[in-house]
Structure formats: C-alpha cells, structure tokens
C-alpha cells in the first residue's frame, strides 16, 4: 500500500476555483443536496428526532487597532 501525503495548508488554489463560481450555481446546488438528503433521511439517522440544516461558514479580515494588537501580538514568522 502506498504512502500517504499529508495536503498542503496553502488553500490559494482552492479559494481562486472557488472564487470563479457562481453564487446562483453555489446556491442552487447547495438546496438540490440538501432536497436530496432530506427527502432520504430515514428517520434513525435524524439528530434527536429533527433534520439538520447546511451552514457554510465565512471569514473576513478587517485592520488591526494598537490596542488588539498589543492585546494579542501577532506572530514574528
């Protein structure tokens, strides 16, 4: 059995493929998913007996005060 590689933690080339899609595309393929795997969902597989919803996450950057960054100096390297 071959070795594994652990992945890379530069995510550049992910976020530039993400960035060319569409919102309307992202949207309607995230409801055609979650419509699919409602309508599949058995009842055993249910979190204390209700549906779980999809939430995709964000980050955003804004400038950093003196005062958060003397709070919470940041890393040299």
């Known amino acids: 059995m071959a070795a594994l590689h652990v992945p890379t933690a ?5 976020c530039r493929a993400r960035a060319k899609l569409e ?8 409801r055609e998913v979650a419509e699919e795997l409602e309508t ?9 007996g209700m549906h779980v919803k999809l939430v ?3 980050t955003f ?3 950093d005060t ?3 960054h003397t709070a919470y100096p940041q ?3």
């Open 10 to 14: 530069d995510t550049g080339d992910y």
């Open 23 to 30: 919102e309307n595309g992202i949207r309607d393929l995230v």
């Open 40 to 48: 599949r969902a058995v009842s055993a597989w249910l979190w204390q």
């Open 56 to 58: 995709d996450g964000f």
């Open 61 to 63: 950057t804004m400038p």
């Open 66 to 68: 003196e005062a958060n």
């Open 75 to 77: 890393q040299s390297s």
